[in-house]
């Protein structure tokens, strides 16, 4: 994932003279493709459309909702070191990690002053989550987040990636509502980006983490 976003970014440091606006669209590998191919493929039980661009070219390109990995073992230490750090608390090196992660997308002025209704943030989410199996879960928000106040902030105790290192170690760029994340004692991680509900969660962590 990493990798295929770092070829989008060295394809835009070059110098674009054309004129006008154009797009280059390119699958989840960073392999060019048409227009057509980019919209037939672009299936959000599997992909989402992100974009970048400057003032002379544009760039569409599909990622994988759903990743996994391994964290190498100074990786993992560190990052639980890092979540020990945020939240105060020593963690349980035993215990594997629910993390809901919120992006800076959408912004306040698009959500307005009312409060989400995203069913993560109802009452039975973690009770089951934990009732699932014995889990560490943490609610961490990007730094450029300007919303929290929509998001339960009054109830929930957001904790700021103030490092970036959630973005340094799984996706580097917000993406609409973030992800979750889940990673086993071992450094095994699954995330899936965008948008999700609290069932499909309790399934993954069902599947996953037990």
């Not at 980019?38 to 599997?46: A, C, G, M, P, V």
């Not at 760039?59 to 909702?65: E, S, W, Y």
């Not at 809901?100 to 959408?106: D, G, K, Q, R």
Request: glycine share 6%; aromatic share 16%.
């Amino acid at each position: 994932m990493k990798k295929t976003i770092l070829i989008l970014i060295y394809i835009l440091s070059f110098k674009v003279c054309a004129q006008e606006v154009s797009i280059k669209f390119y699958n989840e590998n960073g392999h060019e493709i048409t227009k057509e191919v980019f919209i037939n493929t672009r299936d959000y039980s599997k992909n989402i459309d992100i974009y970048f661009g400057n003032d002379t070219r544009e760039f569409g390109f599909l990622v994988k909702r759903k990743n996994y990995g391994k964290l190498t073992d100074k990786l993992h230490t560190q990052f639980r070191t890092y979540l020990n750090k945020l939240s105060g608390n020593k963690l349980d090196s035993t215990k594997s990690i629910v993390i809901n992660y919120l992006s800076a997308i959408p912004r306040k002025k698009e959500t307005g002053e009312g409060r989400s209704r995203w069913n993560i943030f109802n009452k039975d989410y973690l009770k089951r989550l934990h009732k699932i199996t014995d889990v560490m879960h943490f609610w961490i928000n990007s730094p450029s987040c300007d919303n929290l106040k929509y998001h339960y902030s009054n109830k929930i105790n957001w904790l700021s990636d103030t490092d970036k290192i959630l973005s340094k170690l799984f996706f580097p760029y917000d993406i609409k509502y973030g992800y979750y994340v889940l990673i086993k004692p071992n450094g095994d991680y699954f995330y899936y980006l965008g948008e999700y509900g609290k069932k499909q969660v309790w399934d993954k962590v069902n599947k996953f983490l037990k």
